[in-house]
């Protein structure tokens, strides 16, 4: 005969967990109800643990990452800078421009 291990339980109705635990239980059919409690504490077990991978996952993820928060002020131009897409712009004009004509539809 298989070894057999007795767990006793007591739950307290004034607890609102432990009287829905109860109720629970108590749905299920007499002789399945071991069953189900194994079946619940493992996938609870399997559950915590694919939780805590997931959060080493994204820690691990996330070291390298610099977040800017909306109280951050972002980075103005001051006056007087210039982008350098628009000086390239104006050196090409000024290049061009010298009065020759060129292909510019202007």
């Keep these: 005969m298989a070894e057999r291990r007795r767990l006793n339980l ?3 109705m004034a ?6 635990a109860w109720k629970r239980l108590c749905a299920i059919p007499s ?9 619940a504490v493992c996938r ?12 080493q996952i ?20 001051q006056a007087g800078d210039v982008d350098e897409n628009v000086l390239g712009f104006l050196l090409a004009l000024q290049n061009n421009g010298g009065g020759e004509e060129s292909d510019s539809l202007f």
């Design 10 to 12: 007591s739950f307290s």
């Design 31 to 39: 002789g399945r109800r071991t069953e189900a409690v194994c079946r």
């Design 58 to 77: 994204v820690r691990e993820e996330l070291r390298g990452v610099e977040f800017v928060f909306a109280t951050e002020k972002p980075v103005q131009p």
């Design 15 to 20: 607890s609102p967990l432990q009287r829905e």
């Design 44 to 55: 609870m077990n399997e559950y915590d643990a694919l939780v805590e991978t997931v959060r």
